[in-house]
């Protein structure tokens, strides 16, 4: 077997993934009462957000979500919430398709392999709040994770093959 050396990138990848796994990890230790965001953080950070969630309504979980249903403060901390989850995973997703991608020698593997590593761990995830106090774990978040880092991935393919459209086009 050949030495191979990691690249400055393919380190950077794989520690921006481990990062997010520990906080993924940290976070779903929590219970729901300390990690909750208070009506008087939202009021002074998150206002603006306001305007935007008062007409909106949000069927999550089986679940009618509003402001009008939830109270404002409520609302926009389940939105804020349900957007981490996505975001979170969005970053999961690029950081370790990018870190997988140079260990594969058939290129659709990685994102494939990548996703589905993602949604186990989103499940994994899910269970440990189970067995967290005062956490309930929801299909419907390894769902919202699942879909934030096929997100993620695919944004980061069509990039790469838009790329290498270009750098083809300027050879020609």
């Known amino acids: 077997m050949k030495n191979y050396k990691l ?5 950077f990848w794989i520690i921006a993934a ?5 906080g993924l990890f940290i ?13 008087g953080f939202l009021n002074r ?3 603006f957000l306001e305007h935007y969630l008062s007409g909106l309504q949000i069927n999550y979980g089986g679940k009618m979500h509003s402001a009008s249903l939830n109270g404002s403060a409520a609302f926009t901390e389940f939105v804020i919430r349900k957007f981490a989850h996505f975001a979170t995973y969005f970053l999961l997703g690029v ?3 990018l870190a997988s991608k140079p260990v594969y020698r058939l290129k659709i593997v990685s994102p ?25 774990p929801s299909v419907h978040d390894v769902m919202l994770d699942a879909s934030g880092a096929l997100v993620g ?3 980061v393919v069509i990039i790469q093959l838009i790329i290498y459209a270009v750098k083809r086009t300027k050879q020609s």
């Open 18 to 22: 481990i990062i997010i796994l520990v």
């Open 153 to 155: 991935i695919l944004l």
């Open 112 to 136: 494939i392999n990548s996703w589905l590593m993602i949604v186990g761990l989103a499940a994994l995830d899910e269970y440990h709040q189970y067995l967290t106090g005062d956490r309930t």
């Open 27 to 39: 976070s779903s230790s929590m219970t729901y009462h300390e990690q909750k965001i208070q009506p």
């Open 7 to 11: 690249s400055k990138w393919e380190l």
């Open 95 to 97: 950081t370790l398709y």
């Open 45 to 47: 950070h998150f206002a």
